[in-house]
T-cell receptor
Framework: EDKVVQSPLSLVVHEGDTVTLNCSYE??????LLWYKQEKKAPTFLFML????IEKKSGRLSSILDKKELFSILNITATQTGDSAIYLC??????????????FGTGTRLQVTL | DTEVTQTPKHLVMGMTNKKSLKCEQH?????MYWYKQKAKKPPELMFV???????INESVPSRFSPECPNSSLLNLHLHALQPEDSALYLC???????????????FGQGTRLTVV
């Protein structure tokens, strides 16, 4: 059975801190790993990672994948209160034709305080 | 337009009611999905449609019946639901086209369903 494990489950930091969120996975026929941010309802897409060792960056957020050790990290630097959300890691498998089959981790709940 | 639109935003229904959730996207995506999300849990895949055909049903009870009338629309018909079916129902779409690199799934805002 596919498994996606995120840590920590929750985190409280002060504005300006840097945080690292972790995602490890056991999935047959791995295709890609995705990070989403969920505030109230819709998960919003952050990154899709398919190749090991290539960092993806968007502003203060960055992410990298290690396909040998089967994990990914999401870094957020200079955190702001607007970064408070649940961060979801999901893994997509091959073998589902052209569609995705995402298995989500339990998420990391990040709270950024003033 | 990178939007997936879901209606209604909220729905309260009795256990004997029949209702439908609707989802629409105009990004030309050929893969559409229904996910169910209970409070404080991650989304769980229910159904996948690829080119308007049902390709994955994750052993969902028959009281949930999906329908894909065309490439832009996805419905979820609900009948004889139980209180434990109360959840946020999320629709998503992705590129899903043969010969193209698959892209991320875009999610709608969801329908918060309460079964009483």
């Amino acid at each position: 059975e596919d498994k996606v494990v995120q840590s920590p489950l929750s985190l409280v930091v002060h504005e300006g801190d840097t945080v690292t969120l972790n995602c490890s996975y056991e999935v047959t026929n791995f295709r890609s790993l995705l990070w989403y941010k969920q505030e109230k309802k819709a998960p919003t897409f952050l990154f899709m990672l398919t190749s090991s060792g290539i960092e993806k960056k968007s502003g203060r957020l960055s992410s990298i994948l290690d396909k040998k050790e089967l994990f990914s990290i999401l870094n957020i630097t200079a955190t702001q209160t607007g970064d408070s959300a649940i961060y979801l890691c999901a893994v997509d498998r091959r073998g589902t034709g052209t569609a995705s089959k995402l298995t989500f981790g339990t998420g990391t709940r990040l709270q950024v305080t003033l | 337009d990178t939007e997936v639109t879901q209606t209604p935003k909220h729905l309260v229904m009795g256990m004997t009611n029949k209702k439908s959730l609707k989802c629409e996207q105009h990004m030309g995506h050929r893969a559409m999905y229904w996910y169910k999300q209970k409070a404080k849990k991650p989304p769980e895949l229910m159904f996948v449609y690829s080119y308007e055909k049902l390709s994955i049903n994750e052993s969902v009870p028959s009281r949930f019946s999906p329908e894909c009338p065309n490439s832009s629309l996805l419905n979820l018909h609900l009948h004889a639901l139980q209180p434990e079916d109360s959840a946020l129902y999320l629709c998503a779409s992705s590129q899903g086209r043969a010969g193209l690199r698959n892209t991320e799934a875009f999610f709608g805002q969801g329908t918060r369903l309460t079964v009483v």
